[in-house]
Nanobody, 114 residues
Framework: VQLVESGGGLVQAGGSLRLSCTAS????????MGWYRQVPGKQRELVAG???????NYADSVKGRFTISRDNTKATVYLQMNSLKPEDTAVYYC?????????WGQGTQVTVSS
């Protein structure tokens, strides 16, 4: 299974980015798909998650600014990030479980300048 991420980059504070994560296998039966982020020296943290039924959850720090969505016909999960802040700067990873194994994307750098 491969997860390919795209959409990261450099943006000014207040700007927007949309991350995409496409799986090499169907995601129709996958319950929970999530986006995480990590900065050097800190643990990877859950940013947003979405269930197969469309129920979403967000870290408090991104509520109201980020939106997670999924398109199972494209085996893709998205993260729309608006009103970006410098503290959102991190490497962002998607995680999708297939069977008993969690698969991670390669990571995409998001840098928000002040």
């Amino acid at each position: 299974v491969q997860l390919v991420e795209s959409g990261g980059g450099l943006v000014q504070a207040g700007g927007s980015l949309r991350l995409s994560c496409t799986a090499s296998r169907s995601t129709f039966i996958i319950n929970f798909m999530g986006w995480y982020r990590q900065v050097p020296g800190k643990q990877r943290e859950l940013v947003a998650g979405i269930t197969s039924g469309g129920i979403t959850n967000y870290a408090d720090s991104v509520k109201g600014r980020f939106t997670i969505s999924r398109d199972n016909t494209k085996a893709t999960v998205y993260l729309q990030m608006n009103s970006l802040k410098p503290e959102d700067t991190a490497v962002y990873y998607c995680k999708v479980p297939f069977g008993i194994t969690d698969y991670w994307g390669q990571g995409t750098q998001v840098t928000v300048s002040s």
